[in-house]
Protein backbone atom coordinates (compact mmCIF):
# COMPACT_ATOMS: atom_id res chain seq x y z
CA UNK A 1 0.00 0.00 0.00
CA UNK A 2 1.45 3.67 -0.57
CA UNK A 3 0.07 6.94 -0.94
CA UNK A 4 1.80 10.07 -2.38
CA UNK A 5 -0.22 13.75 -2.82
CA UNK A 6 1.15 17.13 -3.73
CA UNK A 7 -1.18 19.84 -2.96
CA UNK A 8 -1.29 23.35 -3.67
CA UNK A 9 -3.70 26.26 -3.57
CA UNK A 10 -3.92 28.69 -6.39
CA UNK A 11 -6.87 31.67 -5.91
CA UNK A 12 -8.97 29.31 -3.63
CA UNK A 13 -8.50 26.47 -5.61
CA UNK A 14 -6.97 23.93 -4.22
CA UNK A 15 -5.14 21.25 -6.48
CA UNK A 16 -3.90 17.69 -5.01
CA UNK A 17 -2.18 15.44 -7.23
CA UNK A 18 -2.30 11.76 -6.08
CA UNK A 19 -0.76 8.46 -6.76
CA UNK A 20 -1.85 5.76 -4.95
CA UNK A 21 -1.56 2.02 -4.81
CA UNK A 22 -3.11 -1.04 -3.01
CA UNK A 23 -0.83 -4.60 -3.28
CA UNK A 24 -3.97 -6.49 -2.47
CA UNK A 25 -6.24 -6.07 -6.10
CA UNK A 26 -3.41 -4.71 -7.87
CA UNK A 27 -5.10 -1.45 -7.75
CA UNK A 28 -3.19 2.19 -8.72
CA UNK A 29 -4.66 5.55 -9.10
CA UNK A 30 -2.68 8.52 -10.53
CA UNK A 31 -5.32 11.93 -11.06
CA UNK A 32 -5.63 15.37 -9.29
CA UNK A 33 -8.56 16.30 -7.39
CA UNK A 34 -9.51 20.33 -8.05
CA UNK A 35 -11.57 21.69 -4.94
CA UNK A 36 -13.48 25.07 -5.35
CA UNK A 37 -16.11 26.14 -3.33
CA UNK A 38 -16.72 22.96 -1.07
CA UNK A 39 -17.18 20.95 -3.96
CA UNK A 40 -14.39 18.10 -5.81
CA UNK A 41 -13.78 17.00 -8.79
CA UNK A 42 -11.59 13.94 -9.88
CA UNK A 43 -9.57 13.75 -12.78
CA UNK A 44 -8.55 10.51 -13.63
CA UNK A 45 -5.11 9.80 -15.00
CA UNK A 46 -3.77 6.58 -17.19
CA UNK A 47 -1.47 5.13 -15.17
CA UNK A 48 -0.48 3.90 -19.03
CA UNK A 49 1.21 7.43 -19.73
CA UNK A 50 2.55 8.22 -16.13
CA UNK A 51 6.07 10.04 -16.38
CA UNK A 52 7.92 9.92 -13.41
CA UNK A 53 6.20 9.47 -9.80
CA UNK A 54 5.77 11.47 -6.77
CA UNK A 55 7.58 9.12 -4.43
CA UNK A 56 10.71 11.10 -5.87
CA UNK A 57 9.39 13.99 -3.47
CA UNK A 58 9.57 12.09 -0.36
CA UNK A 59 13.45 13.32 -0.18
CA UNK A 60 13.40 16.92 -1.74
CA UNK A 61 13.77 19.05 0.98
CA UNK A 62 12.32 22.10 -0.57
CA UNK A 63 8.78 20.20 -0.15
CA UNK A 64 7.23 20.33 3.51
CA UNK A 65 5.67 17.08 4.47
CA UNK A 66 2.64 17.59 6.29
CA UNK A 67 3.27 14.39 8.31
Known amino acids: MGDY ?3 FVNRDVVY ?3 QNW ?3 GSEYR ?3 V ?3 KGKAV ?6 DTQ ?3 LMSLET ?6 AW
Open 22 to 24: RVS
Open 16 to 18: TVF
Open 5 to 7: TLR
Open 34 to 36: IEV
Open 42 to 47: VLKGNA
Open 51 to 53: IGS
Open 60 to 65: NKKIKN
Open 30 to 32: VGV
